[in-house]
């Protein structure tokens, strides 16, 4: 089945470093990849959508300049945490599909981000 | 926000017992996936219900949708311990026109914990 390689799967770092987070699609072309956050014991919450070769769209309160990503090739998009802080410690899940909306989404296993 | 909310949020079960899960959601829909996580890891796909379906399945699951009450069922038969996981249902809307895009997103909705003991 279609797989996803996300990682590091875990970063713990100063207040005030930047860091990115890799996605790939291992056996297939993802036209669209979903960067996702998610609190302990909560939903997911969409971040923003990146096709390839094209500016993210980013989800009402997700601040651009705060998450970097970059989609530029079929099989990588990057999120950057620029400046990461404690408040930016979470769990971080991306997922790539490739096609339209009745393909299913193929997920990453998620980054642990902690910001001492 | 999530517009989808499933209940129960919680559910505790025996080994071999069926667990069902339920799935609200608000708007006109696509389609309508499940998904399973286990603690700490990714989201594993586990079915996909196309608006104009009523049921199907997958080995021990079985998904149904009624979309005249926006509501889905994921039923897990003869569980197992290997079950005990988070369960998702997300939904992708219905756009104005029945237009399809591919950066329709899925809307989580808050998900099942469901533990299964041995």
């Known amino acids: 089945g279609a797989v996803v390689s996300q990682h590091p799967s875990r970063v713990i770092c100063k207040s005030g470093t930047s860091v990115k987070i890799e996605c790939r699609s291992l056996?297939?072309?993802?036209?669209?990849m979903f960067w996702y956050r998610q609190f302990p014991k909560q939903s997911l919450m969409l971040m923003a959508t990146s096709n390839e070769g094209s500016k993210a769209t980013y989800e009402q309160g997700v601040e651009k300049d705060k998450f970097l990503i970059n989609h530029a090739s079929l099989t990588l998009s990057t999120l950057t945490v620029t400046s990461a802080h404690p408040e930016d410690s979470s769990f971080y899940i991306c997922?790539?599909?490739?096609?339209?909306?009745?393909?299913?989404?193929?997920f990453g296993d998620g980054t642990r981000l902690s910001i001492l | 926000s999530q517009q989808g909310e499933e209940d129960p949020q919680a559910l505790s079960i025996q080994e071999g017992e069926n667990a069902t899960m339920n799935c609200s959601y608000k708007t006109s829909i696509n389609n309508l996936q499940w998904y399973r996580q286990n603690s700490g890891r990714g989201l594993v796909h586990l079915i996909l219900i196309r608006s104009n379906e009523r049921e199907k399945h997958s080995g021990r699951l079985r998904v149904t949708l009624d979309t005249s009450k926006k509501s889905s069922s994921l039923l897990i038969t003869a569980s197992r311990a290997a079950d005990t996981a988070s369960y998702f249902c997300?939904?992708?809307?219905?756009?104005?026109?029945?237009?399809?895009?591919?950066?329709?997103?899925?809307?989580f909705g808050e998900g099942t914990q469901l533990t299964v003991n041995p």
């Open positions: 997922s790539a599909r490739t096609g339209y909306n009745n393909q299913p989404q193929h």
């Open positions: 056996d297939f072309q993802a036209t669209t």
């Open positions: 997300a939904t992708v809307r219905r756009l104005a026109g029945g237009r399809e895009t591919s950066g329709s997103r899925l809307t």
